[in-house]
């Protein structure tokens, strides 16, 4: 069933010609109407010349000579014997497409670029030069010179290229957190090799989590193929972003575009001129994220954060002392406001450092450090959680569930040590409320409310004891991974 959204327009009784009424004022104060639109052909003449257009181009291996040639004489075969009528001159030899020689050079790609120093530094997006053998960089006034590739990031989308000039026209990097939404902003490259485009709209969002590595910025400004790496201009003449996507359903523009924030992408930049690559921190833990629920049952006022399910074994977070079902709601003090923002906060701390994480733990916070280790280049430093739900479990044994839908038995000494655990008991079967929510037999419960679960006893008795009005936080541990349920007793039944 399609799905409509609503949006509501708060209008107060004088725009609707009506009287005021007592005891009721309008929330905020009426702004001025708006005196006319910005004209940016200053803007446009003033930033224009430190905008590039970029080329690629790749060399021809003898190997892509055979296997075009190969493809030829099969399409001369396939025609031949399944496509019909012969050519005139019927018995000659086939004509042979011209075929391109090993080291020519063909294009490959174009994008776009800017000049961030007079002495040639250009950044532009890690996907317009990746894979290509040479850059071209080509100014306004038409000159054009052989880049070096200095270093690109592909998590991050940033790449940094040298020319050889001096006295270059070059942008000045601005703060895109001073950036408001409802801003004008202009962005100039080249759409399908079309060069020096401007197009203009306004911030859309700030901080978009597009599951990539940065936050973005989301803008209607008119991005298509040919704008990438091309820079995100305030009114101020100041660079805030780096064109980087587009939320398409067709391919092109459909109305919504992403910048990389220029303060990220300068910080990616500074390591890419220096040593060639990024190198980023690692705690060794998987995440999740936790719901409202949750939140409320382990005595959070609100639901930020991010959720401990996996600590990995000798990692910095191991030894630092973090542990399962900690919920960290800060990262060297600041706050962690939304699940992604801890991993992009490690990723942004340099190997070495030695950070504080401030986790909730048993109803009150703790502070846990750590020395923040080095991520593989292509690993993760966090992850979503969760377990498969719904999948089918063996026979149940005849034993009564629970309030929250558990029937449950003691881990064995062995289970323990195997696990690494000193108490918790095992799910041999669920019902009501704990089916509902996905939970199967062979989890292992860690915690209730804050609590450690010692056996199957002391869980049940405790059970027992819940307020049904109230839901209460099952840490469940499925496999290596452990995640916090929210669950709401059955009431007693008569």
Same mark, same amino acid.
């Given at each position: 069933m399609k799905k409509t959204m609503i949006s509501a327009l708060v209008l107060s009784a004088a725009s609707l010609g009506l009287p005021? !009424?007592? $005891?009721?004022? @309008?929330?905020?104060?009426a702004?001025?109407?708006?005196?006319?639109? @910005?004209d940016f052909a200053d803007l446009v003449e003033r930033v224009g010349p430190a905008v590039v257009n970029i080329r690629t181009t790749e060399r021809i291996s003898q190997k892509d000579v055979d296997a075009a040639g190969q493809a030829d004489e099969m399409q001369e075969f396939l025609r031949r014997f399944f496509g019909g009528q012969m050519p005139r001159g019927q018995g000659q030899a086939p004509r042979r497409r011209n075929l391109p020689s090993p080291g020519q050079e063909i294009q490959r790609g174009i994008g776009s670029g800017f000049v961030v120093s007079a002495d040639g530094y250009v950044l532009t997006n890690a996907h317009v030069v990746d894979g290509a053998d040479e850059v071209y960089v080509t100014l306004t006034d038409k000159r054009e010179f052989k880049a070096k590739v200095l270093g690109a990031d592909a998590r991050a989308d940033v790449a940094v290229l040298k020319i050889d000039g001096g006295k270059l026209p070059y942008l000045t990097i601005g703060d895109p957190n001073k950036a408001r939404v409802g801003e004008w902003v202009i962005a100039i490259g080249s759409p399908f090799n079309l060069e020096n485009t401007v197009t203009s709209g306004i911030i859309s969002a700030k901080a978009r989590d597009t599951g990539d590595l940065l936050p973005l910025i989301q803008s209607d400004v008119a991005v298509n193929p040919g704008n990438s790496g091309g820079p995100l201009i305030n009114l101020r003449g100041e660079v805030i972003g780096i064109n980087s996507q587009i939320a398409t359903l067709s391919?092109?523009?459909? $109305?919504?575009?992403?910048a990389i924030p220029i303060d990220e992408a300068m910080r990616v930049a500074d390591q890419l001129k220096k040593s060639g690559k990024v190198t980023r921190g690692r705690l060794g833990v998987q995440i999740g994220e936790l719901n409202k629920d949750v939140a409320e049952s382990l005595g959070l006022k609100n639901n930020k954060g991010a959720e401990v399910t996996q600590v990995e074994s000798g990692s910095p977070a191991d030894k630092g002392g973090v542990r399962v079902g900690d919920v960290v709601v800060k990262y060297n003090g600041k706050e962690i406001d939304r699940f992604a923002d801890l991993t992009r906060m490690v990723l942004g701390t340099a190997p070495g450092t030695k950070s504080t994480l401030t986790v909730w733990r048993k109803g009150v916070p703790v502070d846990v450090h750590v020395t923040v280790g080095e991520a593989d280049p292509d690993s993760k430093v966090a992850g979503r959680s969760g377990g498969k739900k719904g999948e089918k479990k063996d026979? +149940?044994?005849?034993?009564?569930?629970? +309030?929250? $839908?558990? !029937?449950v038995t003691d881990l064995t000494a062995a289970q323990k040590r195997e696990l690494g655990v000193a108490g918790g008991v095992i799910v041999e079967d669920t019902d009501g409320p704990a089916e509902a929510a996905g939970l199967r037999q062979?989890?292992? %419960? %860690?915690? %209730?409310?804050?609590?450690?679960? !010692?056996?199957?006893?002391?869980?049940?008795? +405790?059970? +027992?004891?819940l307020d049904p009005k109230r839901a209460a936080a099952v840490l469940v541990r499925r496999g290596s991974q452990a995640q916090h349920f929210s669950l709401r007793p059955a009431p007693a039944t008569k």
């Open positions: 005021a !009424v007592a $005891g009721f004022a @309008p929330a905020y104060a702004a001025p109407a708006v005196a006319g639109l @910005p391919g092109g523009y459909n $109305g919504i575009s992403f026979e +149940a044994p005849a034993t009564a569930a629970n +309030a929250l $839908g558990f !029937v062979g989890d292992i %419960l %860690l915690m %209730l409310n804050n609590q450690d679960i !010692v056996d199957a006893k002391q869980f049940n008795a +405790a059970v +027992a004891k």
